[in-house]
């Protein structure tokens, strides 16, 4: 199977924000106080935006495919469980006529970053740990090929519609 071309946010995750199925105090609602990380994976993984249940969708979950096998990490600069993101939160989610918009800076590699077979990422809520730890919220793909960098910065340039964006 293959990442493949498309994007897109979890159903699962709309369906756990409505619901209210989280049950920390700022885990799972876009909380400014919230750590949102960007994992980067493979060609390994195929995305689907339609799982039936949260633990399908979590970081390195035991019934998920978002594993540490089947991320892409550098030793020192974009280790396992991705980067946390910067500019994400309540603070900064906006609303429109009919858009909601979940946004976030570029998230970047430090230092002397080595990567290959970059096919995508996951976008997901690292202070989340009940009723599942570490929900998926987002995937992305990187235009269907393979991205990768030596020696240098690896930098995911979020869309400026938003990492995630919901239309009503």
Request: contains cysteine.
């Amino acid at each position: 199977m293959a990442f493949g071309a498309n994007s897109n946010i979890f159903r699962q995750h709309i369906s756990d924000q409505l619901f209210n199925v989280y049950t920390t105090t700022t885990g799972g609602r876009w909380n400014t106080a919230d750590v949102f990380k960007a994992a980067l994976y493979n060609n390994t993984t195929t995305p689907d935006k339609t799982v039936a249940t949260t633990v399908l969708t979590a970081y390195n979950g035991a019934s998920s495919q978002w594993i540490t096998a089947n991320e892409v990490t550098d030793a020192t600069n974009w280790v396992a469980g991705g980067r946390a993101m910067t500019g994400t939160g309540t603070g900064n989610v906006t609303s429109t006529t009919n858009l909601v918009t979940f946004p976030a800076a570029n998230t970047s590699g430090g230092g002397n970053v080595t990567l290959a077979n970059v096919y995508g990422d996951l976008v997901y809520d690292s202070t989340v740990t009940t009723p599942v730890a570490s929900p998926g919220c987002a995937f992305h793909s990187y235009g269907g090929g393979a991205q990768s960098v030596t020696a240098g910065t690896f930098t995911i340039q979020w869309n400026a519609a938003g990492v995630m964006q919901i239309s009503v």
